[in-house]
């Protein structure tokens, strides 16, 4: 019930051809022990093959396709990287990517695109399915260094087959190639990349092949060799592909021998020297006993206590924003692609150095993975990377960056069990007196404890800031938790509650940008935005105390990280941009540990009606620096309501008017002959609210203005709430010539609302399927 049930105005999504189970396989005749092939040089005239699949030891019910792998690159409309996916096997039966048909008694493999992947709205994603060197050669060998051929035929699906239009939304364009790639395997970067398009393939299929050529410059890096499809807004990519072979056709030349040097004449012989006596013995100092040698240390290990993730001095700062603005793509399959910071790498030359840059790879042993030419990762980043599984990264040692934790905090003394009252009457919204605030809302926090499950009302948000300021996302909008392990928490103190608030340590963000964490109240139940009556003249007091250690502003001892910085704040948020009406905040990161007082005075105005509002902490850091502060009492009044309007003034009465002579009688007219009386339609019944739109938002444009529109409305930076179901949207033409419930001025865009359990209606209309399709919402 999240989003309404999907009807023909969806757009649907292209998915393969179903595919019959093929016929079971006769059982194979016993064979003896198998013994090594010797690895065939290639004669002249007569390939070497490299590889060769006909896709016949594979059937739908395999569990996947094995050594086949996917991977999805993902890409905005220009061209411009945006991200990754996969790295895992191929699967042999949909639902995407990939699977088994067979036709004639023949397996094909068929591709398409992951039609799973949201960004087909608004993006061109970049679908492969592909071979690699797996088992104990994992990397290119000087043996393979020669000149190859790459055969195989490919077979266009009689519909939705790679170039064709998907007649449901009218996109087209999708492209299909066969290729093969090496792949840099310290920095990622293509050192090769050949392919030839198969988007022309015909029914009957077509027989392709594909030219390169390894080198010795290629030794040690990543082989990739196979299929791949780019499309955008579910255009069809279907391609079926069978009989690939790679052969050697020229293998790279042997070095020619050294030529045999002339033979020499004997030379002349010289005359001896005479015979010396022996010299006088000279005393010798006493022997220098021999170092005890010591044991190598494992491989891969040796330098990780240098490897760190976090720089303390400014010149590992620079080194760390350095390695994170590489283009560094960790692969959590393989476990490769992780990095951290070494300086040794700056000077020398280590194992997985990136150059001189001072970044050097590590790898992530993951389960089931067999090992690295890389050092293991130190725990660091299997922190940052949310890695939690025994062995995957070096144990934590004293080298390691800890994060600052908020105190222990011990349980507070029960509550007495409170007197039963009597069922609750509304209390009536006092008006401010003359001289006598009314109390918007009070919380001296004494009625949760670290047991509490949450601190509900408050809840948290984290925005993202890269180190100049640039936006670069957000989390959260939960619960604010009551006793951490991160953002906030209940602590006592001589009996009395205090809020705890600090940053979000484990966000990964922390290493290379800054995190703002806020701790917030909003308005919830009946009424969630602004009213009419709430317009006014408010003062927020509330008290401040910084704990003994780790208090905002001041410096991690462990990595000498400084700068957090603490406010108190209120805001009002537009419900349609998310932009901000109304952002006050006051410091306290100079609060001192006895506590103190702080007041913030703001207004909200007729302006602010009909949108959010928030008031509550923030803190801002980077780099793990400090920021703890506590609070208290904290006191939200109306010290001015908004002015009565003034009373119309009554009008002066007026004199009776004269009397007016009357019009004299006139003749009834004619009858004129009347058309037939048209009948009156039959009144249709209202449309549920909030759904009489619905059928005109769409996730997908389908005429160039649509399109174009959507675009648009991606690049609106909405942010979805998935706690409150606000903040999704569609595209919706009426918004650009009238005004509907949810448009967005006249872009176009039209925000709706998905139907959270627990949560009580919107003023959007609900949100149809493909929002809960793309978003991935599920109940």
């Known amino acids: 019930g999240a989003c309404l049930p999907a009807s023909e105005a969806d757009d649907p999504t292209p998915t393969p051809d179903p595919t019959p189970d093929p016929d079971p396989e006769p059982e194979p005749e016993p064979l003896p ?25 594979y059937s739908t019910s395999s569990p996947n396709l094995l050594p086949w792998r996917w991977y999805v690159n993902t890409f905005d409309l220009s061209g411009n990287y945006l991200g990754f996916a996969g790295g895992d096997p191929a699967p042999a039966n949909g639902p995407q990517v990939s699977g088994i048909v067979t036709e004639g008694g023949n ?3 068929n591709t398409y695109s992951n039609y799973d992947d949201g960004n087909h709205m608004m993006n061109q994603v970049e679908t492969s399915v592909y071979r690699t060197l797996e088992g104990s050669v994992t990397r290119i060998t000087p043996d393979m260094v020669g000149s190859y051929r790459f055969t195989f035929s490919a077979q266009s699906p009689a519909t ?31 050192l090769l990349f050949e392919r030839v398009e198969t988007t022309s393939a015909s029914t009957d299929g077509e027989t392709f092949s594909l030219d390169f050529e390894l080198t010795s410059a290629h030794v040690g890096h990543i ?52 015979p010396q006596p022996d010299p006088e013995p000279q005393p010798q100092p006493d022997p220098t006993p021999e170092p005890e040698p010591q044991p190598p240390p494992p491989p891969g290990i040796e330098t990780t206590e240098e490897q760190k993730c976090v720089g303390q001095s400014p010149e590992e700062i620079a080194t760390a924003e350095r390695c994170e603005n590489q283009g560094f793509a960790p692969n959590p399959t393989s476990g490769e692609g992780f990095y951290t910071i070494d300086m040794r790498c700056m000077e020398t030359s280590l194992v997985g150095c990136v150059g001189q840059t001072g970044c050097r790879l590590c790898h992530v042993q993951n389960e089931g993975w067999e090992g690295s030419v890389y050092p293991q990762c130190p725990s660091c980043v299997c922190d940052r990377w949310g890695i939690d599984f025994d062995g995957a990264c070096l144990p934590a040692s004293e080298a390691d960056d800890p994060t600052p934790t908020p105190d222990p905090t011990p349980d507070p003394d029960p509550e007495p069990e409170p007197e039963p009252l009597p069922d609750p009457q509304p209390d009536p919204q006092p008006e401010p007196a003359p001289g006598q605030p009314a109390t918007f809302f009070t919380d001296d926090f004494e009625t949760y404890s670290t047991s509490s499950p949450n601190l509900l009302p408050w809840r948290w948000y984290v925005n993202t800031f890269d180190l100049s300021g640039n936006y670069l996302g957000f989390a959260g909008g939960d619960p604010a938790p009551a006793n951490g392990p991160q953002v906030s928490g209940i602590v006592t103190e001589g009996g009395n509650n205090l809020l705890n608030t600090y940053s979000n340590y484990d966000d990964g963000n922390h290493m290379m940008n800054q995190v703002e964490t806020s701790v917030y109240r909003t308005l919830e139940g009946s009424v969630t935005r602004i009213t009419p009556d709430m317009v006014g003249s408010y003062r ?3 008290s401040a105390q910084s704990p003994a250690t780790d208090g905002c502003g001041t410096t991690n001892s462990a990595n000498g990280a400084s700068g957090g910085t603490c406010h108190g704040f209120v805001k009002v948020v537009d419900q349609n941009t998310w932009a901000l009406l109304l952002f006050e905040r006051v410091e306290t990161t100079s609060a001192s540990t006895d506590g103190e007082t702080f007041s913030l005075d703001f207004e909200l105005t007729s302006a602010h009606v ?34 009565e309007p003034e009373p119309e003034p009554e009008p002066e009465p007026q004199p009776d008017p004269e009397p007016q002579p009357q019009p004299q009688p006139q003749p009834d007219p004619e009858p004129q002959p009347q058309p037939d009386p048209t009948p009156e339609p039959e009144p249709q019944p209202p449309p549920p609210p909030g759904i009489e739109t619905t059928e005109e938002q769409k996730c997908v444009g389908q005429s160039p203005e649509e399109i174009a529109t959507a675009e648009r409305c991606e690049n609106q930076g909405f942010a979805p709430n998935p706690t409150s179901g606000e903040g999704f949207y569609t595209i919706d033409m009426r918004c650009m010539e009238t005004s509907l419930v949810g448009c967005v001025g006249q872009t176009g865009c039209r925000l709706c609302h998905v139907q959270n359990e627990g949560w009580e209606g919107s003023v959007y209309p609900q949100c149809p399927s493909c929002v809960c399709d793309r978003w991935g919402i599920d109940f």
């Not at 007569?46 to 896709?55: H, Y």
């Not at 087959?161 to 970067?189: E, I, L, Y």
């Not at 690939?244 to 030379?267: F, S």
Request: glycine share 6%.
């Open 33 to 57: 022990d198998p013994q090594p092939d010797p690895q065939p040089e290639p004669a002249p005239g007569q390939p070497a093959t490299f590889f060769t699949d006909d896709f016949e030891t």
């Open 610 to 643: 009909g949108h959010i509002y928030q008031i509550g902490f923030m803190n801002l850091a980077a780099n793990y620096a400090p920021t703890a502060m506590r609070y208290d009492d904290c006191l939200v009044e109306m010290v001015q309501a908004a002015p």
């Open 223 to 274: 082989y990739q060799i196979g299929f791949m499809n780019l499309a955008a807004n579910y255009a069809p990519t279907a391609m079926r592909y069978d009989d690939c072979l790679v052969e050697m056709v020229q293998a790279a030349p042997e070095p020619e021998p050294e030529p045999e040097p002339e033979p020499q004449p004997d030379p002349e012989p010289q005359p001896q020297p005479q």
């Open 540 to 542: 927020f007091t509330f």
């Open 160 to 190: 939705d087959g790679c170039g064709t239009t998907n007649s449901a939304n009218g996109a087209s364009g999708g492209t299909c190639h066969g290729f093969v790639k090496v792949v840099d395997q310290n920095t990622w970067a293509l």
């Open 107 to 109: 397996n094909l493999l």
